[in-house]
């Protein structure tokens, strides 16, 4: 198995390549996409052979390519993987804006089942577990909670994350976790009803570092998602109230690349390399990334 990445932004390219080792991927090729000094870390931590351009890296017959570029390239990115015949997984948040989502489905459209793009947090076992639990029982309403402190966003390397112009800012970044969380376990067609977010911790932010989302679906049940971006360990917990109580999925454990969904996630990209297609459908993922970017609209009018 020959994995591609395209792309190093943030963090999770680091992990996603330990835990693709960890399940067999006996090679990998990597394209900078503009982040030289990331992949120069990136390859001193993992075994990777550079290529200079996304052709030559697709020249290169990739069973699947991995998308961590900043947002502005994601959607060209996509139609050329995709258009290639290659399998595509794109690292959240795989759109910034509502704008940006418009042209990512243009690029995806005819290509779904070969488009994978997710929070890790959706395969983590809790939350299948929790899912799993509440199949068959009547849900009235669904909260989540995601704090992450978003410091690290801060620094001068990642600082477009903390952009809403260029990365969306917290309530994306964040918030984007709590609606995957909400669709996985309440289930699809949930719309956002309104947000807020507020500054009360992080003063250079350019975005949030706290922030409120409540969502409603058609048969009038509501969701709620409570998104912290300061201090403290960070947090993912996801509640559901049905008729007849409330289940709650609290993400954490010693092993955190499989608690948090790390290597269900990556086995589901796996599983698109040998042809398999998405696990998810694509108006599902397009409904949870028009949750984050739409309540980041509204919560800075």
Known sequence: MRLGFAGFAHSHPFTDAGVARD???TRIDGWAAGEPERFAAFRERHECESAGSLTELLDRRPDAVVVTVRPALIADTVARIL???VPCFVNKPA????????????????YEERFLTTSVLRFAPA??????????????SARALVRHDIAGFLTPERAWQDDPAEGGGTLVSLGLHGAELLDAVAGPGARVLAATGSVL????????????IM???PDGRVGTIEVAGVGGDEVYEVAVQTEDGVETARLGGSDWQEALGYRATMRAVLAMAAGAPSPLPWPRTHAVLTAATTAATLARP
């Open 127 to 140: 939350v299948t577990e929790l899912a799993e639990r509440i199949a068959g029982r009547r849900v009235l």
């Open 23 to 25: 399940l067999g991927v």
């Open 83 to 85: 258009r290639a015949g």
């Open 95 to 110: 759109a910034s804006s509502v704008a940006a989502l418009a042209e990512l489905h243009r690029a995806v459209t005819g």
């Open 215 to 217: 969502l409603g679906w």
């Open 201 to 212: 911790v992080h003063p250079t932010t350019r975005s949030e570092d706290v922030g409120a």
